[in-house]
């Protein structure tokens, strides 16, 4: 039954070597991993899973006693995310449409929220959370099922309401999206994408095969499969053929061309503008067995496979490219293309050709300084074919492994055996002097360097609103930085600017590819809420992006417009005016009407307190006069209202403004 779904959970607290059976029926099943989450009071024996049963949809609960005990937090929940501040849970609706339902941290994933898109409805399960780790969040949707692309959105910081990022990106079946973090910076992501060309022509592709479908008579079915096989194959080469690679330094909130290097590695004048006509693009992961590399521990070093162009090449096609500032500038570092990998905090960087393009060999080649030179380096006697080069995750080690075919011949030479084996490296044996001076970047005979993350533009050197200075290995200098390097920095605030803005909910920009103004996609009502008291925020279309901390500068806030009205009162303190108005106009006709009466039963009682007291009736003190008609009319009571003390203020949207038998009216 597992092939079904009908999974049953086990646990171990001995490393395997006893498993107890906990629950059956669990269709998917994740615990809380992040130091965060147990720090915000949530269990460490907590399990979130989606429980499915017979003629039952499936559920999300959660449990803290090992299934003894069950919370229920979502009904018919297809799936759900756990991830280090956000919980996601896609549900399903009325007529097929997903819901994607979000939980935050501080709510310690009990509360959940419907997510906000610009459009309505999505009739498909295909949300995909590409990153949450920038106190926001990126989600790819495929709003039409069968195009090989759709629409990436970013969140607020509550991961609630999205705005539209980028269009017809790339779609990949495994993770989603062709899209990549740049590790070890803040903001800066690259994806790849087709322009608005191509989608129309697949569209239009996609439409003219639908029509031929349903003409084809029975006779003409025969031919199905070539037509088919013809269409396909014209609509692969539109994709292929049209694929850009964009990069943004305000996590999302703008996008550009990637500038491409000004020579390639033969020093050979590249002669490439960097726009629409030509640019540099990258494998990120589709079309490609080398990703996208970066490493959080090696700051602004960054290796891909790409070409200069108009358009992304296939991978045979492509040389490798190195960016040492994050993505601004790129250089070419050798022709071809290769597999890598970066370790020793990005001081040392490891290649050889990829298998599948070149004849087998056993020679690798290395670099100390960020690919100014390379040295090479035998790993066997005999020829392999090198598949892959890998590195702990931390990338602070001076070891690699090596994966690789090798070829063993029979002694007759009548057939030949493959198998894989592995090669370790450990460049700590080549006795490279350790680093010095890392607390004194740029002073002296320092081997480091000040370095901070940008986005070109001229100006402060700043990302997201703040100026953060790394301590780095000079490019020249060749040294080794250690395992134990802890990497000095400096953190300023700075101005904001347009790059520190996205668009809010319900906007786009004019231009994906430019900071141009963010139009409404929806009405913007600049209506008072019901409740209105003091003002009210109306969105001018921008939002700044989460997590940017910069003050001053250019200012997109919110339009703080004045609860007012007619006479530039409030609707509630307007009401409420009228009502005491009405009041008193009430109370005005019963004095008159009983002005006699009353004045009678007044000098009788104050003469009756006189005698009694022996004052005056002018020296008498009162807050407070009761009457009551004989005919049975209702109390009207006439009370002295007390001014708030100094620094209360008086919340009127929690006063009845009903009206009712009994009034209390301010005298003057």
């Known amino acids: 039954n597992c092939l079904k779904g009908n999974h049953a959970l086990f646990f171990t607290q001995d490393l395997g070597q006893n498993w107890k059976l906990i629950s059956r029926n669990v269709n998917h099943v994740e615990w ?84 906000m898109f610009p459009f309505q409805k999505v009739r498909s399960e295909e949300f995909h959370i590409l990153d949450t780790s920038e106190n926001a969040v990126f989600v790819f949707v495929k709003e039409n099922i069968g195009a090989p692309y759709g629409n990436l959105y970013i969140s607020d910081s509550t991961g609630i309401r999205y705005t539209l990022s980028l269009s017809h990106v790339l779609s990949q079946a495994s993770i989603g999206a062709d899209f990549m973090k740049a590790n070890g910076l803040e903001g800066v992501y690259v994806a790849n994408a087709l322009d608005d060309k191509a989608v129309k022509e697949f569209n239009a592709q996609n439409e003219e095969e639908e029509e031929e479908e349903e003409e084809w008579g029975d006779e003409e079915r025969d031919e199905e499969t070539g037509r088919s096989g013809t269409r396909k194959k014209l609509k692969k080469n539109i994709v292929l053929d049209n694929i850009h690679t964009y990069i943004t330094f305000n996590k999302g909130g703008s996008w550009r061309y990637i500038m491409p290097p000004k020579v390639d590695s033969k020093k050979k004048v590249i002669s490439c503008p960097g726009n629409e006509d030509c640019s540099l693009h990258l494998h990120l992961r589709k079309l490609t067995t080398v990703p996208f590399l970066s490493h959080k521990n090696a700051h602004g070093i960054i290796l891909a496979l790409g070409n200069t162009g108009k358009t992304l090449n296939t991978e045979a096609r492509s040389n490798v490219y190195l960016s040492r500032d994050g993505g601004v500038n790129w250089e070419e570092a050798v022709k071809g293309p290769n597999v890598y990998d970066i370790a020793d905090h990005g001081g040392l960087i490891v290649r050889t050709r ?35 080069i890998f590195t702990e995750p931390d990338s602070s080690t001076q070891y690699f492994l090596i994966r690789a075919d090798a070829y063993e011949t029979d002694d007759d030479e009548a057939s030949t055996k493959k198998y894989t084996t592995m090669f370790s490296l450990n460049f700590e044996g080549l006795h490279q002097r350790a680093c010095k001076g890392a607390d004194t970047p740029g002073v002296g005979d320092s081997d480091f360097e000040l370095w901070s993350p940008y986005d070109g533009r001229h100006g402060q050197p700043c990302l997201l609103g703040r100026r953060i200075s790394y301590s780095r290995r000079k490019r020249e200098a060749e040294c080794y930085n250690g395992i134990k390097f802890e990497r000095p920095m400096n953190i300023e605030t700075c101005k904001c600017t347009e790059e520190d803005y996205e668009c809010d909910f319900g906007f786009v920009r004019k ?117 009551k008609t004989e005919d049975g009319d209702e109390e009207l009571i006439i009370q002295a209202t007390p001014k708030p003390a100094a620094g209360e203020v008086q919340d009127l949207s929690k006063k009845d403004h009903q009206p009712n038998s009994q009034q209390n009216i301010q005298l003057p």
């Open 32 to 115: 809380p991993f992040n130091i965060a989450q147990i720090e915000s009071g949530i269990p460490t024996t907590r399990i979130y899973a989606t429980l499915m049963y017979a003629k039952s949809p499936p559920r999300l609960i959660y449990t803290d006693d090992f299934f003894r005990n069950t919370t229920l937090l979502v009904e018919n929940c297809l799936q759900f995310k756990l991830r280090a501040y956000y919980l996601f849970a896609m549900q399903s609706g009325e007529d097929y449409i997903t819901n994607m339902l979000v939980s935050n941290l501080p709510d310690k994933f009990s509360v959940f929220y419907k997510t």
């Open 354 to 388: 990829l298998y599948r393009l070149n004849k087998e060999t056993s020679d690798i080649s290395y670099s100390w300084n960020e690919g100014l030179t390379w040295e090479k380096l035998r790993l066997s006697a005999q020829n392999i074919t090198i598949q892959d």
């Open 511 to 627: 231009d994906r590819l430019s900071n141009s103004p963010c139009i409404a996609q929806i009405n913007i009502s600049y209506a008072p809420p019901a409740v209105c008291i003091g003002s009210y925020t109306v969105t001018n279309g921008y939002r700044k992006v989460a997590g940017d901390t910069c003050q001053g500068g250019i200012i997109h806030d919110p339009i703080v417009i004045p609860c007012s009205n007619w006479f530039g009162f409030s609707k509630i303190i307007f009401i409420l005016l009228i009502t005491i108005i009405i009041a008193l106009v009430v109370a005005l006709l019963y004095l008159c009407k009983h002005f006699t009466e009353i004045k009678s039963k007044l000098q009788a009682t104050f003469k009756s307190q006189n005698s009694k007291k022996g004052t005056d009736f002018k020296d008498v003190k009162y807050s407070k006069i009761e009457a």
